[in-house]
Every structure is written in structure tokens, then in C-alpha cells.
């Protein structure tokens, strides 16, 4: 079983639409997780971490935790063709302080 | 936020010959981290550089392939060494941001082996 899951994708969703990308995890006693955004060809930027259950909010972006459930998402609000990247879930383990990268989604909004 | 300087951006190396990657931070950091991502994948980490100490590497990491410094609290080095074409990857420096690892990357390396 992998440690950190996501679907492969391509998610496509039209502009303006709300893109949900989902992301589950193995290690129950994790404590944090965290949303990258790849662009071809450059790093990973960081857009959003969370700790603690509930849904967290920073302008456009929702990240969504369920410890319970083992399962962290991160919502889009009103798509931007700007937004079509590969995003990364991103979890860090109890038994250390690395991140565990799970192999993203790629994410492309139609104009 | 810290501020991560990585060099070179990109090389093309001949195989056989090594490659040292060089990790820069505007800050003090306790924990530097080396990844690889490696063409449509993610990332892979390779090692965690503690200052002061030997680096520690995941599974599938060895030190004679992947040597790393780690001389004070604000740089460290990665080096590929003995390269072959199936090290043709983007390697990543990373840094812990704090309490709960919030972890900021560099530029990254291309790496090209030919």
C-alpha cells in the first residue's frame, strides 16, 4: 500500500467550476499535510497546509482534513486556466519529519 | 518563508563523471532535505542532512552514489556521482520550515546525463 495516494488524473474541469482534487494517506498518527502546485518544468510551491480536522480557507483554495477518515482534499474555487498545474499532496509522517509526496494530479482548466 | 538558493539550474553531464549540486538558505535550518523527481514522477526523497552529523538515507539511497555535506547550518551539497543516463532527473533541495515541516524548496536541479 502506498503512503500517500492520489489520483493520477488529468482532472479536467471548465473555468469558473470548482476543481476537487482528494488525497488519502496510511499513517494514522500523521500530524500534518500540505498542497504543492508543480508547474512543468519548475519546483514545487507550497499553497496550503493543514493540522487539525475541518476545512481550512486561504482566498480560492479549501484544503479539507478527516483524520478519522485518513483523507485530506483541497478545493479550487472559480478555476482559472492559470490554475492547470500538478498538485501534490504531501504528508508528514509520525515516524519522522520528511514528507511522504504522493505522485499528484494534474489538474487542467478549459478556458 | 525561506529563501533557497539552488546551482547549477541545469547540466549536461557525460556518464561516468560526477555532478555536485550545491543548496544555499537565507536562514539557520536544522534539517535540509534532498530529493529527486524523477520525468512524470514525484518526489523521491533521498536524504536528510542534519549539520554536524551523517546524512541519512532512505532505501534505495547509498553514499557512495550520493555523497552529501552538510559544513554549517545554512548550505549543503549533493553530489551524483559515477552518473549514468538513468540519473537524468530534477533534484530538489528542501528545508524544514519549522514545528511542522513546512517544507520550502529550491529552483532544482536538471540533470542530464548523456
Known amino acids: 500500500q502506498k503512503e500517500v495516494e492520489q489520483n493520477s488524473g488529468p482532472l479536467s474541469v471548465p473555468e469558473g467550476a470548482i476543481a476537487s482534487l482528494n488525497c488519502t494517506y496510511s499513517?494514522?498518527?500523521?500530524?500534518?499535510f500540505f498542497w504543492y502546485r508543480q508547474y512543468s518544468g519548475k519546483s514545487p510551491e507550497l499553497i496550503m497546509f493543514i493540522y487539525s480536522n475541518g476545512d481550512k480557507e486561504d482566498g480560492r483554495f479549501t484544503a479539507q482534513l478527516n483524520k478519522a477518515s485518513q483523507y485530506v482534499s483541497l478545493l479550487i474555487r472559480d478555476s482559472q486556466p492559470s490554475d492547470s498545474a500538478t498538485y501534490l499532496c504531501?504528508?508528514?509522517?509520525?515516524?519522522?519529519?520528511?514528507?511522504?509526496f504522493g505522485a499528484g494530479t494534474i489538474l487542467r482548466v478549459k478556458s | 518563508s525561506a529563501v533557497i538558493s539552488q546551482k547549477p539550474s541545469r547540466d549536461i553531464c557525460q556518464r561516468g563523471t560526477s555532478l555536485t549540486i550545491q543548496c544555499q538558505v537565507d536562514s539557520q535550518v536544522t534539517m535540509m532535505f534532498w530529493y529527486r523527481q524523477q520525468p512524470g514522477q514525484s518526489l523521491t526523497l533521498i536524504a536528510t542532512?542534519?549539520?554536524?552529523?551523517?546524512?541519512?538515507?532512505e532505501s534505495g539511497f547509498v553514499i557512495d552514489k550520493f555523497p552529501i555535506s552538510r559544513p554549517n547550518l545554512t548550505f549543503s551539497t549533493l553530489t551524483v556521482s559515477n552518473m549514468s543516463p538513468e540519473d537524468s532527473s530534477i533534484y530538489l533541495c528542501?528545508?524544514?520550515?519549522?514545528?511542522?515541516?513546512?517544507?520550502?524548496f529550491g529552483q532544482g536541479t536538471r540533470l542530464t546525463v548523456v
Open positions: 499513517d494514522r498518527g500523521s500530524q500534518s
Open positions: 528542501s528545508v524544514d520550515g519549522g514545528a511542522y515541516t513546512e517544507a520550502f
Open positions: 542532512a542534519n549539520q554536524g552529523s551523517e546524512a541519512t538515507y
Open positions: 504531501a504528508v508528514n509522517m509520525e515516524y519522522g519529519n520528511k514528507l511522504v
